[in-house]
């Protein structure tokens, strides 16, 4: 019991054994209740290829099609929707709707996909599982880009996501919270019953992932029994209060409900109404951003509530490389679009240079000038950021990123051939490191005693000591990275450090900050759907970070500061 005593005010624990959950008035037919209407259909998908499911669509008889409906979109929605089994959800809708308790809403409930075999005597292909345990966002993808579109042609429903909810049960409980977690965009609203967040898939991450993530836009409702399962996969209980405590101190909007019963319906249909009240209470009003409590939350440590990311510039290609020069202006390439564009101190977006050679990394030497990995030419080149003009410092060479000491040294990262080079004193290129599966953004420590290698097909970031003749040694695949659920490498690309030598590296989570140690202690969502591709402090005070991610930049004022490129300072000692 002493893990209850931690949330006094969010739990509410069951306390007789043999407590029984009957349902309630809630959910049987009222007289003068008007009933909606539920319709029957059939999907085929091409998210998930080969599958055929069903979904009911459920419409309240208030909805009058004049104005926009709230949604709701239910898993295993067969389950949901009959009216002769426990969760009955039309017919407290029905309810709740009449006495508004919940705006009107239109409510889809969903059946995972089958993939029909050829032949009577093969098996079909259950997808259960396969959509609704992956922690990717194939399934939002499904709901949001394929599902709900073809639905919107007939009904009028809102796409704020303060008006969408999302529910399910067991593997269509973090089904739905990931849907919410992955496109809160979307969704904001989450009742998850009995839901199974342990190792089938990947679920066991999120605890962690919830501690270190950014705050997000979600209230949820989370239901478990003390006789849940505990089986391969794990047990179910302490699945759901790693969640309820990782979500609380994370400072969501949050109310969990532990009963006596196991993994079934019984206790989670008989509170469904008031879960459903919970949920949309004071609707209208839009669901907050969470409110860490927790001690030592490195994200609160790091933004600052009332920031938010911010377009610079827009309507380009691909986005990458932002360097900084001694004035505080910011320059990235477009790099598909063979473009290097300037953003001046002033915040004033203008071309700087045309023809590139599909320039893709950059950086300001200790000359002060920009040097430049020209991929689509096999060279290194440094242009004048006073005329543009343009100098070759190396040819016949694949580059994807560089770092350029204050001595004038330049290591580079060749993609293509899985090799770090050097560019010495005297000009001469060599190879220092080869191997690392993809090696993409490379970094100098802020004293330049190591080199840091980001492999963009894996989930580490190498870290090499940097010897007197500039050769690499001791390397180590250092910096752990967190993978989202459906992929196997991180997409770790360009990076940045603060002051306190907190590594920052652009992945397909968002920006993910490391400490000295290796360890990912916060995670800053991308502003836009995809990875970011590449990061930089630059701004007054070096407290504004600038993200490039596909056809924009955008910065962020934070606070902590970041150090400059050129000027070599000896970082504090790590907490261990």
């Known amino acids: 019991m002493k893990f209850f005593l931690l949330l006094p005010l969010l739990f509410t624990v069951a306390t007789s054994a043999a407590q029984e959950y009957a349902l309630g008035p809630d959910s049987a037919r009222q007289t003068g209740v008007p009933e909606g209407k539920v319709t029957q259909h059939e999907w085929r998908s091409d998210v998930f290829p080969g599958t055929v499911r069903d979904y009911w ?51 889809i409930f969903v059946n995972p996909g089958v993939m029909p075999a050829l032949k009577d005597e093969y098996r079909e292909r259950y997808n259960r599982s396969f959509e609704y345990d992956a922690l990717g966002d194939r399934y939002s993808r499904f709901l949001i880009e394929e599902l709900l579109p073809e639905i919107e042609k007939e009904y009028r429903i809102s796409d704020d996501p303060n008006d969408r909810a999302i529910a399910g049960s067991s593997s269509g409980a973090i089904a739905a919270f ?64 790693a969640m309820a405590s990782a979500l609380e101190y994370a400072g969501y909007e949050l109310r969990v409900v532990i009963g006596n019963e196991g993994h079934n319906s019984r206790h989670g249909s008989a509170i469904l109404p008031d879960a459903l009240r919970w949920l949309w209470q004071a609707h209208p009003e839009p669901v907050g951003r969470p409110k860490p409590i927790g001690p030592r939350h490195t994200v609160s440590e790091i933004i600052d509530p009332n920031e938010e990311w911010e377009v610079v510039s827009s309507g380009h290609n691909l986005t990458e490389g932002p360097a900084i020069d001694r004035e505080g202006n910011v320059y990235f390439t477009d790099l598909r679009e063979s473009k290097i564009h300037k953003i001046s101190t002033n915040g004033k977006v203008s071309l700087f240079k045309e023809d590139t050679g599909n320039a893709n990394g950059l950086m300001i030497g200790p000359d002060g000038r920009l040097y430049a990995c020209q991929n689509g030419r096999k060279r290194i080149v440094a242009y004048s950021t006073e005329d543009g003009s343009e100098t070759v410092i190396a040819e016949d060479v694949g580059s994807n990123d560089l770092a350029v000491t204050s001595d004038g040294l330049i290591y580079f990262t060749d993609f293509g051939n899985k090799r770090v080079w050097l560019i010495d004193e005297d000009g001469r290129k060599r190879v220092v490191h080869e191997g690392i599966g993809r090696p993409n953004g490379v970094i100098l420590s802020p004293d330049e005693s190591l080199l840091m290698v980001a492999d963009y097909g894996g989930r580490f970031v190498w870290s090499f000591q940097i010897q007197p003749d500039g050769s690499l040694a001791n390397g180590q695949p250092f910096y752990h990275l967190e993978i989202p659920g459906e992929s196997d490498n991180t997409a770790a690309d360009g990076m940045t450090l603060a002051g306190n030598g907190f590594l920052f590296v652009t992945t397909n989570l968002g920006l993910q900050i490391c400490d000295q140690a290796g360890r990912v202690n916060a995670i800053l969502p991308s502003p836009q759907p995809g990875p970011l591709t590449n990061v930089i402090f630059a701004g007054p005070e070096m407290q504004t970070l600038y993200v490039t991610s596909a056809d924009k930049v955008f910065k962020r004022k934070v606070r902590w500061k970041g150090i400059l490129p050129w000027a070599p300072s000896k970082p504090p000692r790590p907490r261990l």
């Open 178 to 241: 990931t849907v919410a977690w992955n496109r809160p965009d979307s969704f904001r609203r989450v009742l998850s019953f009995v839901g199974s967040y342990n190792n089938l898939r990947g679920g066991q991450d999120y605890p962690s992932l919830v501690r270190k993530t950014e705050g997000k836009p979600l209230r949820v409702f989370l239901q478990d029994g003390r006789k849940d399962q505990s089986i391969y996969g794990g047990d179910w209980k302490t699945g759901n209060l």
């Open 57 to 107: 669509i459920y419409v309240p008889a208030q909805y009058a099609g004049s104005k926009d409906a709230a949604l709701m979109v239910f898993q295993d929605g067969g389950g949901f929707v009959n009216p002769e089994r426990n969760w009955r959800a039309p017919i407290v809708f029905d309810n709740l709707i009449h006495r508004g308790e919940m705006p009107i809403t239109i409510g």
